[in-house]
């Protein structure tokens, strides 16, 4: 009988550990310790300078050409933009930022010669004085 117990409490002893491994995994899941690719964003950043010749009226033409994409590209997944209003005044005479999301990194790469991105970019091009893009995989 003695033996039968001590079995049992081995192998309630299992149990135990097995289930609180599972919790404590299941928790951490649940506060986002572990990333899936379901959780993560690729984030296109843009930033431009305009040329000081541009007009408000072509830079808005610029603008709403950028904001065009989304419905042309099925690719991306979000789409906003806007104007540097940083008191620190850090920009480099970078005004204007767009942030474009993808899914994947095969999103990107269908989006960046897509017909519709390259037709933007001939918009882009006259009024366009320096440009800098970062991209990169959101984390929490």
Known sequence: MT???????????????????????????????????????????????FKDASTEAEIRTVVDAFRQLPSKIREIADFEYGIDNSPEQLSGGLTHVFLVTFKSEEDRAAYLPHESHLAFVEVLKPHLEKVTVVDYWTKK
């Open 3 to 49: 033996k039968r117990l001590s079995r049992l409490n081995a192998f309630a002893f299992v149990v135990t550990l097995l289930t609180t491994g599972a919790l404590l995994l299941s928790l951490g899941n649940a506060k986002g310790q572990q990333e899936t690719p379901e959780s993560k964003m690729l984030r296109h950043v843009v930033m431009f300078q």
